[in-house]
């Protein structure tokens, strides 16, 4: 048996499961689930249409480099949406579709780490828990950066030792951020471009929220952007993790893709071909059309602003709580232990939260997501409305 197992903490639901099955919560109240971040937004007619129609090439082997359609239509959203018009970015070279990014975070890792170095990975914390979990499995050490308030949630990379830099094979980036939605600057994406010139290390960049964002005239940034703006049309040691997921609410389609870097995708492919992990040929057709629409995004994000500006009114008045900069997860403070007020405000309210402290770990006596709780908007409005009044209520009685 892999000994690196042993490393592996549960998945934040298996221990929230665990906290809330010590209580009971009022049958009289509706449960509302805001601790998953599975959007419960329709999936766009269009992309179910695709599906339907293409059935019929469940008979057929896919490849896993996909299919040129899709890679040239991802390319094309890509120039489009980061500003890449000037580049050489090209379907066949820069893109590879994958099952969704967990799983291409999560192989990608094991792609890169070599072991014969006394690997190290870098990631935010708190973080997104595959990028903890591919970096043991793949036999590297993890290094763990605080996200706090007072640098808007953004890591100190200034505070980063050469050693550290030094053995680092892989900077894990969440922009925009799970959970504190903090989208990276263009001049820090620019800067660690720069850093891994100088330590000879991969940027790997967790971009599955881009599309979910507050200010239409402000679509976050993203690090091909920054390789574009530098004149780095090859996007060397550069790579972006992109998702259906949350954009067209697919989750359940396991569609995403993996963009940049040439020499690393070449290697990347070689390793999936072995990996079994081929996009069905279905699948990829509907998600063609999933990356050539914008009006369903759009849509989304409309839905999402508006169960922001309803919430906020309700909890502004009773807890430290602030607009992300984008993905739909609010990281309010709570008055009391994150655990507790999770675990009380089910049992009073039969309201269902995360605790900051489940996506977060200790590292020199600082947990940076204890006494924060992470809330997923993705209910209806009128249940996230429903279910703030509870939290307020909840609050107002400690």
Not at 10 to 30: C, H, M
Not at 252 to 259: D, I, P, W
Not at 278 to 300: C, K, T, Y
Request: aromatic fraction near 8%; include cysteine; glycine fraction near 4%.
């Amino acid at each position: 048996m892999n000994r690196d197992l042993e490393k592996l903490q549960p998945y934040p639901f298996e221990k929230l499961k665990a906290l809330l099955g010590q209580v009971t919560p009022p049958r009289e109240l509706k449960p509302i689930a805001l601790s998953i971040g599975e959007p419960k937004h329709p999936s766009p007619k269009i992309v179910l249409d695709s599906l339907v129609s293409n059935l019929s090439k469940l008979s057929i082997y896919p490849t896993t480099k996909g299919i040129p359609e899709l890679r040239q239509a991802i390319a094309v959203w890509l120039k489009k949406r980061f500003k890449l018009k000037q580049t050489e970015l090209n379907g066949d070279l820069h893109i590879l579709p994958v099952n969704g990014t967990r799983e291409a975070i999560f192989s990608f890792t094991q792609v890169i780490i070599d072991r014969s170095k006394n690997p190290l990975v870098i990631s935010p914390n708190p973080f997104y828990q595959i990028y903890e979990g591919a970096t043991f499995l793949a036999g590297a050490e993890l290094h763990l950066l605080a996200t706090l308030e007072e640098n808007n949630f953004i890591p100190d990379y200034d505070s980063v030792p050469n050693e550290v830099w030094k053995r680092c094979q892989i900077l894990f980036l969440c922009s925009p951020g799970n959970p504190t939605g903090a989208v990276t600057p263009l001049n820090t994406l620019k800067k660690l471009i720069e850093l891994s010139d100088k330590y000879n290390f991969v940027i790997a960049s967790d971009e599955c929220y881009s599309e979910i964002y507050c200010d239409e005239s402000k679509p976050p940034v993203g690090l091909l952007q920054a390789c574009a703006e530098l004149g780095r049309n090859d996007f060397k040691r550069c790579v972006v993790f992109h998702s259906l997921s949350k954009r067209s609410n697919l989750p359940g389609m396991r569609s995403g893709f993996v963009a940049g870097d040439a020499d690393i995708l070449s290697e990347f492919l070689k390793y999936r071909t072995y990996h079994g992990s081929a996009m069905p040929i279905q699948h990829q057709l509907a998600s063609l059309v999933a990356w050539q629409d914008e009006s369903h995004v759009v849509e989304n994000r409309n839905a999402y602003r508006q169960k922001f500006s309803s919430v906020l009114k309700i909890l502004k008045p009773v807890l430290n709580i602030s607009q992300t900069d984008a993905s739909f997860y609010l990281w309010p403070e709570t008055p009391i232990s994150d655990e507790l007020f999770t675990q009380q405000l089910f049992a009073q309210q039969n309201v269902t939260v995360l605790p900051g402290s489940y996506v977060s770990r200790t590292v020199n006596h600082l947990n940076p997501g204890e006494n924060r709780i992470r809330i997923a908007l993705v209910a209806p409005e009128a249940e996230c409305i429903e279910a703030a009044e509870r939290i307020k209520s909840f609050v107002l009685s400690l």
